[in-house]
């Protein structure tokens, strides 16, 4: 299987995480594959098997010595290839309140130090019943053990999943109004953090992005299109007939009329 783009989720690390439940799953032929999907809970898996995660639809080798971070509201399923697939997991919720946050890829391959790494999850694992606030200690220790993993920075390694939710959500809603605490809430980092990692990948925030794009849809249905030209503008959301034609003077060279 060719290498896909590892998703880079931001962790938030700032408070200890409530761990739900936790164990090992054993799987193996007549149990091919399980489907997950936790709304509001992160995913950590340490596997022990060669076997494929496929996360949103896109499928990610994974060998024995991998860790993976699953975030909230992601769909993700497992493959395994034969009997005895044996994992540790465990399925968490963390607060956003505080300011510290790791960029973390959806894998990370521990090596030689896997078996440590396994090795101190076994409180998690098997003292989640019985010493509960011992085992989400544990579990925050791992999980800054793998924010500050030196290979954590994978080469394969593509937008941050933030952008592409945004990008998506832009996508799907190309005239509503964007509001920035909603979007943010939606890919599920802050306001602020959004707006940098805008900056940083496009030069400009989310809302300008969201604007441009909106404009690039109306040059097409414009070029394109019967439609006329308050009809484009309310298919791309501009009320304000004279803002439109400003807008696309501006980011086209032409005014509205003149690009039909």
């Given at each position: ?9 931001d ?5 200890a995480?409530k ?5 090992v799953?054993?799987?193996?032929e ?6 997950y ?6 995913c950590l898996h340490?596997?022990?098997y060669r ?13 024995p010595?991998?860790?993976s971070l699953v ?16 994992h540790?997991?465990a399925?968490?919720?963390l ?5 510290t ?7 990370l391959?521990?090596?030689?130090r896997?078996e440590?790494?396994?090795d101190?999850m ?5 003292g989640a019943?019985?010493r509960?606030?011992?085992a989400?200690a544990?579990?925050?220790?791992l ?23 945004a990008?998506r ?7 509503e ?8 809430a939606?890919c ?21 992005w969201?604007?441009l794009n909106?404009i690039?849809r109306?040059?097409q249905?414009l ?8 009809a484009?503008?309310i298919?791309t ?10 807008l696309?003077?501006?980011h086209c060279?032409?005014?509205p009329?003149?690009?039909?």
């Open positions: 299987m060719p290498p896909h783009t590892l998703p880079i989720w962790l938030p690390i700032s408070a995480p761990l739900e439940f936790s164990g799953g054993r799987h193996g007549l149990d091919p594959a399980h489907a999907h936790y709304p509001r809970h992160w340490a596997y022990q076997g494929i995660l496929t996360i949103d639809g896109t499928p990610h080798e994974v060998h010595g991998t860790v975030p909230p509201g992601a769909r993700f399923e497992h493959r395994w290839p034969g009997p005895d697939c044996v540790f997991f399925i968490f919720g607060s956003r309140r505080g300011a946050s790791a960029p973390i890829p959806a894998l391959r521990l090596g030689a896997f440590a790494f396994k101190s076994e409180p998690v694992v098997y019943a019985t509960p606030l011992r989400a544990r579990l925050w220790d999980l800054w053990t793998l924010a500050e993993f030196p290979e954590n920075a994978s080469e394969n390694a593509g937008p941050h999943p933030a952008l592409m939710r990008h959500w832009m996508q799907d809603h190309p005239a109004l964007l509001r920035l605490p909603q979007l943010a939606h599920c980092v802050s306001g602020n953090h959004l707006i940098r990692l805008f900056h940083k990948e496009h030069g400009m925030g989310p809302a300008e969201h604007r909106r690039r109306a040059e249905l070029r394109h299109s019967s439609l006329t030209v308050k484009v503008a298919e959301g501009f009320t304000d007939l004279q803002q439109f034609n400003k696309v003077r501006k060279g032409n005014s009329r003149n690009l039909r």
